[in-house]
């Protein structure tokens, strides 16, 4: 098949519909297909554009980081995907990505598919503060009753997400299908050279958050946690390995509770094998966001054999209700706190868990969540009613 999919944003702009759209490419390639991606022009480029069409795009007020594609460009494109002969079109996010994309799949007679990503209901106040948060939830809940209603099928990571929907009131199936974790990308790392390249000592307690440094992560909630373990452990770090809008508020919280030497900001890691080393590196992965759709980071934790220590909210519930390699907690400070020094006090338990949390991982790989997309698009492709209307029928 010959896919094209379309989305707001993409590297390298960092966050999970990056990392989703780029996993399923290469397991959609490996398996035959051909895919195609419209995504805003950043004015750098990833690593292989090869498949991407950078859409001339805008700058967002207030957010530096994200950019706007300009709808009559995206439009611009159809004698040019025309010409490719596509079989299906997939929008990845519900924005400019949206509404262009059901708009070229009316001209070319295209079924669609909708991956709902993102909890936005649960952030979106954090961006847009003048607007009373009930009208912010109202307009979310309205939107995706009406975005869903446009497409033929529409995807959700995980069983608790899909429930979200529900009490929006979205009536369409919905088809759970995760983003799979590329075991062989996260099977081993170095973590004595990324602790010697970041004078980090051998034997120091190490916390690892991987994750945009935004609100909606709740990391400041981690800040309070590691006051409490560093009461028992004065030496604990917390490695925060990220970038975002609330890097400076969070430092700014680690020096009002005293924790400049336990909090180390590493940035965002350009290279896998860096990344690779820091999970390495790290004695327990810790994680407490509200708003997962999924929680691909908690994944790739338990992959590369680091125990896990996280809340189960939203999607994460799906991730960690069999996982064997995490310990859930309830979102209290002191709950955490003693269930990180637990596991920072008794290797053997780490070790454990860490072997536990690579079978777990297992479960969820990149192949088999590709496998599973693929017959919807065939099942979405092979009698399609768009709009009310029948507008192709495959063999």
């Known amino acids: 098949m010959r896919i094209i ?3 707001d944003v993409y590297f390298p702009r960092v966050n999970g519909v990056s990392s989703s759209i780029r996993t399923f490419r290469r397991e959609l390639t490996a398996l035959g297909h051909e895919v195609l991606l419209l995504a805003p022009d950043y004015g750098e480029s990833s690593d292989d554009e ?5 859409v001339p795009s805008r700058r967002v007020p207030g957010d530096p980081e994200d950019r706007m594609m300009r709808y009559h460009e995206v439009l611009a494109l159809e004698g040019k995907l025309r010409e490719l002969q596509p079989d299906l079109l997939h929008i990845q996010t519900p924005f400019i990505a949206h509404y262009a994309g059901v708009r070229l799949a009316r001209r070319l007679r295209l079924p669609v598919v909708l991956t709902y990503h993102t909890y936005f209901e649960e952030y979106l106040f954090h961006y847009i503060p003048l607007l009373p948060r009930f009208f912010l939830r109202w307009m979310v809940r309205s939107l995706s009753r009406r975005q869903c209603s446009q497409v033929d099928s529409v995807v959700v990571p995980t069983d608790a997400f899909s429930e979200v929907l529900r009490g929006y009131g979205v009536r369409e199936e919905l088809y759970i299908n995760p983003t799979g974790i590329e075991l062989q990308r ?3 790392g170095d973590g004595e050279r990324f602790r010697r390249e970041h004078s980090i000592a051998p034997q120091r307690p190490t916390l690892l958050f991987v994750g945009r440094l935004v609100q909606e992560k709740n990391i400041d909630f981690l800040l309070r946690m590691l006051q409490q373990v560093c009461r028992r452990s004065p030496e604990a770090l917390l490695l925060l390995a990220g970038e975002g809008l609330a890097e400076t508020m969070l430092r700014q919280e680690a020096a009002i509770r005293g924790l400049q030497e336990n909090v180390r900001f590493a940035g965002y890691f350009h290279s896998q094998q860096a ?13 407490a966001s509200r708003t997962e759709t999924q929680g691909l980071v ?10 896990v220590v996280s809340t189960a909210r939203m999607g994460t ?7 064997h390699g995490a310990v859930v907690v309830e979102e209290d400070e002191t709950a955490f706190a003693a269930a990180v020094i637990r596991l920072l006090e008794d290797a053997a338990l780490r070790q454990r868990l860490g072997t536990r949390g690579r079978e777990d991982a297992a479960n969820w790989s990149a192949e088999a969540m590709a496998l599973r997309l693929e017959s919807l698009y065939l099942e979405t492709a092979g009698s399609i009613y768009l709009f009310g209307r029948e507008i192709r029928t495959n063999a």
């Open 5 to 7: 999919m379309v989305s």
């Open 275 to 287: 990344l690779c080393d820091c999970y390495a590196a790290a004695d327990v992965f810790v994680f």
């Open 186 to 188: 996260f099977s081993r």
């Open 50 to 54: 090869s498949w991407i069409i950078r």
């Open 298 to 307: 908690l994944l790739e934790a338990m992959a590369m054999g680091v125990p």
């Open 317 to 323: 519930v799906d991730v960690l209700r069999e996982a």
